[in-house]
């Protein structure tokens, strides 16, 4: 069953991390492209983590992706008083 000769098998390696990256999107992008973000970075983070990750695009799912804030405007200076 056993010979005194060991048997090499190779040692496979994944190595799609290292060429592999996520992708982010930005407000104007199209609902197909951030379709296609969510699930290429789901695949990214699924390999990465070894677990299973599910994104879902902001067009898709709004209720995830609150409307960002405007950001509040400086106060005016104050008037000096001589």
């Known amino acids: 069953m056993f010979s005194g000769t060991p ?3 190779p040692v496979v390696v994944d ?3 290292k060429s592999f ?3 982010t ?3 104007g992008d199209t ?3 951030m ?3 969510a699930a290429h970075n789901s695949v990214y983070d699924t390999k ?3 677990k299973p990750k599910v994104y879902c695009a902001p067009c898709d799912c709004p209720e995830l992706y609150p ?3 405007p950001a509040a405007k400086p106060a005016a200076p104050a008037p000096k008083v001589s």
């Open 35 to 37: 379709r296609e973000a």
């Open 67 to 69: 409307e960002p804030q």
């Open 15 to 17: 190595t799609s991390l």
């Open 7 to 9: 048997t090499t098998e």
């Open 21 to 23: 990256r996520p992708f």
């Open 48 to 50: 990465k983590f070894k």
């Open 31 to 33: 609902c197909e492209t």
């Open 25 to 27: 999107t930005r407000t």
